[in-house]
């Protein structure tokens, strides 16, 4: 399977008459996104807004954040079940508007959605600061369920991110990457000497809006399976989560995992990347022990030396994070974990709710309960109010000045299990 | 203006003697005594030595809280600005006097503190988390090692500096997990461990997991009827007046009391001493934690042969797994020495 992504880079956002490129700049129809997102029964009310790096702009609460993609050739469209049909996509031409996001931002679950801030000292935590970002705020219809609404802002950012990509096709890319592996017979037969690997990936199932979507499919209804890294590039997988802010994988980190880019670089040379495993982080004992049996059986089938292993979220899935990794090493499958931490606000506490002695190589993305104060930002996209009831928020969080009082744990992308930002964590 | 600090030694260092001045009482110089003429140097003018406050390790021992109080009044005297102890490298007693006069300085004056001591000595578990401890050898031969690296320590402090990561900074890690930003995103980390972990070269993991014992559970007790059953305790039950005086939390003892003649505790005999949860109900009747009632009951229905009358107790807050592990080995080996068939284990 071979996969183009040209890259558009998107320095500046503008609002225009038609949406459309213009050396570097994205200009946006408002009220066309406006009237394309309301066709949708469901809302009540939509606006569309700018949040641009290093702006005096803070948004909450965001649920997802979206990367503009198209199909430029190749079969099918982007979020495949979503935009796209349920057949399988990443191959040939994908268009990326790269600099660029669409960020969804409304009162759903309330206390799990998370905060961008745009500059300041929130800023260096979230991935989100660098990007131009087109905010979509959201108000339901009066009465529309919980689960419904998520379902229509979902719909709404990725609809919003193709739309915006559309519009630029024809542009010329800045860069192009090319992403190539074989089909697994020969990939068995290539790279003589150096270890097979595959990457792990463990999605958000706990369910009740802790959802993430594989073609379309609820991933708590998949056993293990496998999935061409290209795939992810085309937006086989879409976040559908209202969890905690930081490590929760909204759907521009699974079009951009940094796991699968890394590895494909490294494919070759230190080791053969032969594929990637999608498994699922449900909440009963016997589903854990069945997809972490199963996701070691697969890579047993392909014989793999070693496993990457990544959990989405904290608490419940860290079980599923360890037996994975346990029942891994006793297959003679070298692994290495990628987590973040809840240790406390003092940093003193257990961090993850399981361990084993097999996890002797983890990568932290950071203590999650790090408490900081974000000043007051001149503008606010959303619901401002909601800083108190966000999970890493507490009563009194949002000060009457203005500023912010958090666990880092609220901010979006934060500790970000893919292993996105540079944060990380040591004992002192 | 150099910043001011006290240096708190033992009677050894201070050169009043050996273990036969260990009892000399809380006593304060000006200036610097022994180690502190070196500290002193160390500190390079920055900060000067202007007071040391001399303890004896015994009299600090069999007098803590007494002692505690007076080495701090001493101390607080000097109005310093930061108090650096020992180092004690592997002297287990003045090990825990640094340690706890660190712990109370930080708490009382809220000022840094620096101590150091070897790794094994036993006051590094008790104090790690309140203080500064920078590891040294196991003998006064680490002096010239130690004072330079504490010396940098409380300078750091002092001037608000951050303090980096215990590998090279030198001290013990106090168990905190602290958040930085490294060079490298951690999806390139987790690809740069994987790789040295696949080749079999070493790596360092960033997170090392606390493993706990698994103890597997002894098979059940084929014949009740003839056997002895002992009751032990974490949740803090003691007879009224805790005369032990087991700690409310991070418990550093057991107790062993006798229950011969007891058919039943009650709020005049018995109460607990544990600060982790709302005592009330334990106290009004201790045998909702240690049910001593029922356990007679059994021994007369002839469901058990019999109660096993002494019982162990401590308190499971905050109580250190090292403490832990050392109560329940000695628990067990008491336990066993009696031909206790089986205990019941009860907590909160």
Redesign the interface.
């Known amino acids: 399977m071979k996969l183009e992504l040209h890259k558009v880079k998107v320095t500046d956002l503008k609002w225009g008459d038609k949406t459309l490129f213009d050396g570097g700049t994205l200009y946006v129809n408002k009220a066309e996104i406006e009237e394309m997102l309301l066709e949708d029964e469901r809302f009540a009310k939509v606006s569309v807004d700018f949040a641009k790096p290093g702006e005096s702009v803070r948004i909450l609460p965001v649920k997802d954040v979206v990367e503009p993609r198209c199909k430029l050739e190749g079969e099918n469209e982007v979020f495949p079940g979503f935009i796209g049909d349920v057949d399988t996509v990443g191959c040939g031409k994908t268009l990326v508007l790269s600099g660029a996001a669409v960020v969804t931002c409304g009162r759903i679950v309330g206390f799990q959605e998370g905060i961008i801030d745009m500059s300041g000292p929130g800023a260096?935590y979230t991935p989100f600061s660098k990007t131009n970002n087109v905010v979509l705020v959201f108000e339901p219809k009066e009465g529309l369920e919980k689960h419904e609404y998520e379902a229509a802002c979902r719909m709404a950012g990725l609809k919003t991110a193709h739309y915006l990509a559309c519009a630029v096709k024809g542009a010329a890319a800045d860069e192009v990457e090319t992403y190539e592996l074989p089909c697994f017979a020969e990939a068995m037969k290539s790279h003589e000497g150096l270890?097979k690997?595959a990457y792990l990936y463990m999605l958000q199932s706990q369910g009740l809006l802790h959802d993430t979507y594989v073609y379309g499919v609820d991933a708590k209804k998949i056993l293990p399976t496998l999935i061409h890294p290209n795939e992810v590039m085309d937006g086989a997988i879409v976040s559908g989560n209202c969890v905690s802010a930081c490590d929760k994988n909204n759907t521009y980190s699974h079009l951009n995992n940094?796991?699968i880019?890394?590895?494909y670089?490294?494919h070759g040379k230190?080791?053969n990347f032969v594929g990637c495993i999608i498994t699922n982080e449900n909440t009963t004992l016997a589903d854990k022990k069945r997809s972490s049996s199963y996701a070691v059986k697969l890579a047993r089938l392909l014989g793999v030396?070693?496993l990457?292993i990544t959990e989405e979220g904290f608490g419940n899935p860290d079980t599923d994070l360890i037996m994975n990794c346990r029942k891994a090493e006793k297959a003679g499958i070298?692994t290495?974990l990628?987590?973040d931490?809840y240790?406390g606000r003092?940093?003193?506490s257990?961090?993850?709710a399981d361990?084993?002695?097999e996890?002797?190589?983890?990568?932290?993305?950071?203590?999650a309960n790090?408490v900081v104060v974000l000043p007051k930002m001149e503008k606010v996209i959303g619901f401002p109010e909601y800083a108190d009831i966000i999970a890493g928020g507490f009563d009194g969080s949002l000060r009457e000045d203005g500023s912010i009082e958090t666990e880092?744990q609220a901010i979006t992308g934060a500790t970000?299990?893919?292993?996105?930002?540079?944060?990380?964590?040591?004992?002192? | 203006m150099a910043y001011r600090v006290v240096h708190y030694i033992n009677q050894f260092f201070a050169g009043v003697g050996g273990e036969e001045k260990a009892d000399y009482r809380p006593e304060a110089r000006d200036g610097a005594v022994g180690p502190g003429l070196a500290l002193n140097g160390a500190l390079g003018g920055d900060a000067e030595i202007v007071g040391t406050v001399i303890c004896g390790d015994s009299y600090f021992a069999d007098n803590i809280e007494e002692a505690k109080k007076q080495i701090l009044e001493l101390i607080a005297k000097f109005e310093p600005d930061a108090v650096v102890a020992g180092p004690a490298f592997n002297a287990g007693r003045y090990g825990t006097a640094c340690g706890a006069v660190c712990e109370a300085v930080a708490n009382e004056l809220n000022i840094p503190t620096v101590t150091g001591m070897y790794e094994e000595n036993p006051g590094v578990d008790m104090f790690k988390k309140a203080t500064y401890i920078v590891k040294t050898a196991d003998s006064a031969r680490g002096m010239k090692d130690a004072i330079p690296v504490m010396a940098k320590l409380v300078l750091k402090q002092l001037r608000g500096e951050p303090i980096g990561k215990p590998e090279e900074e030198g001290y013990i890690p106090k168990g905190v997990r602290i958040n930085y930003f490294a060079d490298k995103i951690g999806a390139v980390r987790a690809v740069d461990m994987f790789v040295k972990k696949l080749k079999g070269e070493p790596y360092t993991t960033e997170y090392p997991m606390p493993v706990f014992d698994r103890v597997p559970p002894n098979p059940p007790v084929a014949n009740l009827a003839e056997a002895t059953i002992a009751l032990v305790t974490s949740g803090g039950i003691v007879p009224k007046g805790n005369p032990d005086h087991i700690e409310a939390s991070s418990a550093s003892k057991y107790g062993e009391y006798s229950l011969a003649g007891v058919e039943s505790l009650s709020a005049e005999t018995h109460e607990t001493a544990h600060g982790g949860y709302d005592p009330t109900y334990a106290n009004e009747n201790p045998n909702r934690v240690l049910p001593v009632d029922v356990m007679r009951e059994l021994e007369k229905e002839g469901v058990i042969k019999k109660f096993h009358e002494t019982f162990y107790t401590t308190v499971g807050n905050g109580t250190s797994v090292a403490n832990a592990k050392k109560f329940g080995a000695e628990i067990a080996q008491k336990l066993k020495d009696a031909n206790v068939t089986a205990v019941i284990v009860t907590s909160t």
């Open positions: 260096d270890p690997v940094p796991v880019k890394e590895m670089a490294r230190d080791f030396d070693g990457i070298k290495v990628l987590t931490e240790a003092d940093g003193a257990q961090s993850l361990a084993c002695s996890a002797d190589a983890v990568v932290t993305a950071g203590n790090e880092i970000n299990e893919l292993g996105f930002n540079r944060i990380a964590a040591y004992t002192g």
